[in-house]
């Protein structure tokens, strides 16, 4: 086992017996061989697509196997077995359709007939190579960041938005870094390529999300309980969610959002729902005693999950996610869930635990971008700060609630993904009326404020790097690459970045990050402060 992809990685190298986020070795060795399996079909997918042959299932499969080995999605070694050997069965079909014969090992191996004859193929294909360590490391980042575009686009094909341009980057990339003869510069390009194909993937997915759900709106999530039963959402799916409030409507059920799920009561489709309460709980590294103590049914609907034994009986996942011995609803029939938590206490009272204010996307947000514009010109407003990301357990993620609380009265904060959650109670008051906390929503909203950044420096007649604005991210896992390599595409310089760096990035690697880009590591607060502001 070798796996460095995550944030958390042991010893800021790599994990080498068991995943800090609960991956044993067997799983490990599993997801390394469906990714070699998939780079296996993605040589005949991409020489298909040459000769002007798409299958579109085949495109999905290959999204759903990518997305299936990202931190904390699946742990279930069968589903992997499944994959494993359906990766190779789409493969010798695209072989007939291509008309193209390959050599390299992930184009002709043959999956075991048993999972342990399959973890001992994982254990030959592993990342661990013998390769330069830049080039295995240029590699690594843009793996990585694939794994982040085929999550938006498995998101976004769910809700009927598919561009085949995204399916080629992934085809091409994949089969791309089973290459040994690359320079560097042709690397970097790949992951800045990648970059581009995620900005299309979420551009699809806030398209999906939008054009389904409406645009979110300004609106206020209560953190208390109602008395009742209660089903608590969790992972980044709209869909389901929506499916679940339509079962469970008129059963005495309230349903409760959590982690990422928290933008989700902005969206108008969805606040429509009666008994669509509020929000539980914080980001997805404290659900093991947030779970455990939610007195109803738990709904993981897509990555994030981590070891529940505690309790196994009342949680339930959808789409991808898997654990071994967890009830999967695949069908998206949650009726077995409903029945849970309708056989479970619920909550017995009402609480009051405050309220927050999501629903500030790209829509609200440029609504009233004139008074912005004219707070900034007025010098109300002096700088703009995303400060966003994924949370973690790791020590030094307390930077991030220590620097907003920092960040002076005359500057906004915009926010997203889970990272707020270690500032997203904060009452920080407003500027002008506009509140100076803005929730532009999930992970993948960073769309949302590349667009809201792109239209300020429209309206100032500056490019974003000029803007009074600064990055300062968190990361764990993959969507965050993701989203780092489509700043990096579009431009984006001085970004701050923690609370560490990749471990799979090598010194050479961050220099070139560092000359093109001035990316640089977090320091502390005030000295980041001071560097920004002056």
Sequence with gaps: MFCQQCEQTAKGVACTTVGVCGKNEEVADLQDLLIHA????????????????????????????????????????????????????????????????????????????????????????????????????????????????AAYADHARILGKEDDAVYAYIDKAMTTILRTDLEVGELVSLALECGEANLKAMELLDAGNTGKFGHPVPTSVPLGAKKGKAILVSGHDLQDLELILKQTEGKGINIYTHGEMLPCHGYPELKKYGHFHGHYGTAWQNQKKEFADFPGAVIMTTNCIQDPKAYMDSIFTSGLVGWPGVAHLGDKNFTPAINKALAMPGFSADTDKGSVMVGFARNAVLGVAGQVIEAVKNKDIRHFFLVGGCDGAKPGRNYYSELVDKIPADCMVLTLACGKFRFFDKQLGDIGGIPRLLDIGQCNDAYSAIQIAVALAGAFECGVNDLPLSMILSWYEQKAVAILLTLLHLGIKDIRLGPSLPAFITPNVLNVLVENFNIMPITTPDADLKAILG
Excluded at 86 to 107: D, Q
Excluded at 132 to 142: P, Y
């Design 38 to 149: 998939t780079q296996g079909l993605c040589l005949y997918s991409d020489a298909a697509r040459k000769k002007g042959f798409t299958d579109p299932a085949t495109s999905l499969f290959i999204c759903e196997a990518i997305f299936s080995t990202l931190t904390n999605v699946n742990f279930d070694p069968k589903r992997f077995a499944n994959m494993i050997t359906k990766a190779v069965e789409l493969r010798e079909k695209m072989k007939v359709k291509s008309g193209a014969s390959f050599t390299a090992p992930a184009a002709t191996f043959t999956p075991a007939k048993d999972i342990a004859g399959l973890v001992e193929q994982g254990k030959k294909v592993g990342l661990k190579t013998d390769e330069d360590e830049d080039i295995r490391s240029l590699k690594h980042i843009t793996l990585f960041g694939l794994k982040g575009v």
